[in-house]
């Protein structure tokens, strides 16, 4: 069983920075790929990055090219995502999740096996 609590959300002016974080309990963290999706009102929910349980293979999407950068510290248990040159359509709920998983599926929510609550992130115009 794991457990993931994301953290780091908030309101930022366009053009700001924001690094997410969601930590995971339990051992077997460093055997998960892990997953950041995020969902804006009204929206669907969408894929936005992904890391493999080794951290050596990252999936981006390519609505946000070169400004989020997914990362991992086994040793901490948690994965970060750093948000760069963030702009009002960013804002949504970003959530994590873990999955025992690689290759496409790393892109499909429903594919994963643990997921958090959520956090907020606003930009503001």
């Known amino acids: 069983q794991v457990q993931l609590v994301e953290s780091g959300g908030g309101l930022v002016q366009t053009g700001g920075s924001l690094r997410l974080s969601c930590a995971a309990s339990?051992?077997?963290?460093?055997?998960?790929?892990m997953g950041w999706f995020r969902q804006a009102p009204g929206k669907e929910r969408e894929f936005v990055a992904a890391?493999?349980?080794?951290?050596?293979?990252?999936y981006n999407t390519d609505s946000v090219p070169g400004r989020f950068t997914i990362s991992r510290d086994n040793a901490k248990n948690t994965v970060y995502l750093q948000m760069n040159s963030l702009k009002p359509e960013d804002t949504a709920a970003y959530y994590c999740?873990?999955?025992?998983?690689?290759?496409?599926?790393?892109?499909?929510?429903?594919?994963?096996?643990?997921w958090g609550q959520g956090t907020q992130v606003t930009v503001s115009s």
């Open positions: 999740a873990a999955g025992g998983i690689w290759g496409n599926s790393l892109r499909n929510w429903d594919d994963y096996n643990y």
């Open positions: 339990g051992r077997t963290f460093s055997r998960y790929s």
């Open positions: 890391i493999t349980w080794s951290g050596h293979t990252t």
